[in-house]
């Protein structure tokens, strides 16, 4: 039997779980405390978690899903309108960013840039005949992520847009982005002025064309290698895009100069580039969205191949549930605001771009690139203190999206459903934010996490499933 004078007679120590209340009364007097942070897990999800932890399949699943994932090799290989590459589409089908939404429940800058593209594929002459229209169920609305495809902010492609064409030659799959139309008054924002038309038109007939033209001399281009070289310079490829963008550039001028049909052509979309940071920011969401692609539909994986938000809701698809969206409403984006504008002014989140920290970058590489918080507010502490966190709720490591900041580590890769609940940890996006209203544009950037429903409930089908 114990000594128990033994026991009374040594020095206290005392872990307190959960609550501070009893760790405070014991360290008044004197005592030291262990705290261990705890608290239960949320949504009532203690017996799926339960059943999901203790199944090896998903551990296996999981370590498959991630490892298609950062085997996938996308590959820029032409820019087409977007009728003629994304299979069933149509004049009459707009895409958007998010998860499914009805005219009715769009937001302002959604319903703005939806506004805007039906007068730019000529099914309306103004403002006013394209809300009728929108609202009459002519137009069909969907998903882009339904077609493979990805749109910043509002996401909204039409048939006529040129989109850059991905191909990822190891697992196969098409993938599609938009060309970035430039910061300020644009259609991804909501804003659909005359302005912003004739620059889509221009994007049309000039920019896309020119591209296409380059591409087909190149004979394509590999995006992975830019983004990961990006990184090390400074960028986290969501919000910053300062290296990726001249790295692009260097990569096809000579073949836009070799392909041009006039110097000044070649010149004018040399000059747009080059005035827009964000210009990678587009293609780097088609390749993410390759990536992603590859990892779904692998059964019992709770990994997240899907992160996308439309202004109202929140949705993410996880690899071994199919295509099913798990939705909650949108959140307030947290961060700093232009001249003029405060968070009364702010629409809640929006946009597919969240597919870069889907796969491991943005927001979760954000050690790598600590000016991002000149953008989106914070110190560079908490940039890197970020990145460091996303391991936790994370499968694996992306090796070749190192961090020079952290000895040359990879980025955290995977999200795991499971530890995002059990360690009630959200993932951490940085993003821009949209005004509520539509035509007025960006407002400001900053950080914002998903709500928590749509991993409980992606949590509880998995255990249903299983």
Same mark, same amino acid.
């Given at each position: ?12 120590? !005392? ?11 014991? #360290?008044?007097?004197? /005592? ?74 769009? #937001? ?48 909204? /492609? #039409? ?67 830019? /983004? ?98 798990? !939705? ?13 504008? #405060? ?29 991002? !918080? ?93």
């Amino acid at each position: 039997m114990p000594d128990i004078t033994k026991l009374l007679s040594s020095p206290l120590r !005392v872990v307190n779980v959960g609550a501070d209340l009893f760790a405070d009364a014991i #360290s008044q007097q004197g /005592t030291p405390v262990t705290r261990v942070t705890w608290q239960p897990a949320p949504g009532k999800s203690d017996e799926a978690l339960s059943i999901l932890l203790a199944d090896p399949r998903i551990d296996a699943a999981n370590q498959e899903a991630v490892q298609h994932m950062t085997a996938a090799r996308p590959r820029l290989v032409d820019v087409r309108p977007a009728g003629e590459v994304i299979p069933g589409m149509h004049k009459h089908l707009l895409l958007h960013a998010g998860p499914p939404i009805s005219w009715e429940r769009m #937001s302002g800058p959604l319903r703005g840039a939806i506004i805007g593209a039906l007068i730019y594929e000529g099914l309306a002459n103004d403002a006013e005949a394209a809300e009728r229209l929108a609202a009459s169920g002519e137009i069909e609305f969907a998903p882009c992520h339904h077609y493979n495809a990805v749109g910043p902010m509002a996401g909204v /492609t #039409s048939a006529s847009m040129p989109v850059q064409v991905i191909e990822e030659p190891v697992y196969g799959n098409r993938t599609f982005s938009t060309l970035n139309e430039g910061l300020g008054k644009v259609l991804r924002y909501g804003a659909n002025s005359s302005e912003v038309i004739d620059r889509l038109r221009w994007i049309e007939h000039v920019l896309g064309p020119a591209l296409a033209r380059a591409l087909r001399v190149k004979g394509g281009m590999d995006i992975k290698p830019l /983004t990961a070289q990006a990184l090390q310079m400074g960028d986290e490829c969501h919000n910053r895009n300062k290296a990726a963008t001249p790295l692009f550039i260097r990569e096809i001028a000579p073949e836009l100069v070799e392909s041009g049909t006039s110097t000044e052509e070649t010149a004018q979309v040399l000059r747009f580039i080059n005035s827009n940071d964000h210009f990678y920011l587009n293609l780097s969401m088609a390749a993410c969205k390759a990536a992603a692609l590859a990892a779904h539909g692998i059964a019992h994986s709770s990994v997240v191949t899907t992160m996308a938000r439309n202004g109202t809701d929140f949705g993410i698809r996880v690899s071994g549930l199919g295509e099913r969206w798990f !939705v909650a409403p949108a959140q307030q984006v947290e961060g700093l605001y232009f001249s003029g504008f #405060s968070q009364q002014d702010a629409n809640p989140d929006i946009g597919d771009s969240t597919i870069s920290e889907t796969v491991g970058i943005g927001a979760f590489a954000m050690a790598g690139a600590p000016a991002i !918080v000149q953008f989106v507010g914070g110190t560079a502490a908490d940039a890197k203190r970020y990145t460091l966190e996303m391991y936790d709720i994370t499968v694996a490591e992306e090796n070749q999206y190192q961090l020079p900041p952290l000895d040359f580590r990879g980025t955290p890769v995977g999200i795991d459903v499971r530890q995002v609940v059990r360690q009630n940890l959200l993932p951490i996006i940085n993003t821009g934010i949209a005004h509520r209203l539509p035509g007025i544009g960006q407002v400001g950037a900053g950080i914002v996490h998903p709500p928590m429903e749509c991993f409980t409930a992606a949590l509880r089908e998995l255990a249903r499933a299983d």
